[in-house]
């Protein structure tokens, strides 16, 4: 039985990310270090895998609580596949 909880970060690869994996993991007192999985959300496919990254690492002990605290902005000369398609 695994006690404790097990952290997931899903961020675009950056060193803000890279710092805060590091940080939390010096933070962290259940012995089980944070894991970052990247994702992009320009991307559909950086999300797909994501997701099945996330879906691996938690087949066996299951998602209990998930967090969402994500947001594109919208920018002059960035094309997002499909997301007129997809959301509009």
């Not at 097990?6 to 012995?31: C, I, K, W, Y």
Request: proline share 3%.
């Amino acid at each position: 039985m695994l006690l404790g909880a097990r952290l997931f970060l899903l961020n675009r690869p950056s060193a803000r990310a890279q710092e805060a994996l590091v940080e939390l993991a010096a933070a962290s007192s259940s012995g089980v270090p944070p894991q970052l999985i990247e994702c992009d959300n320009l991307s559909f496919e950086s999300v797909r895998n994501a997701a099945a990254t996330l879906r691996e690492a938690t087949e066996t002990s299951g998602l209990d609580v998930l967090c969402c605290n994500a947001g594109i902005m919208m920018q002059v000369g960035i094309h997002i596949k499909r997301w007129v398609q997809d959301c509009f």
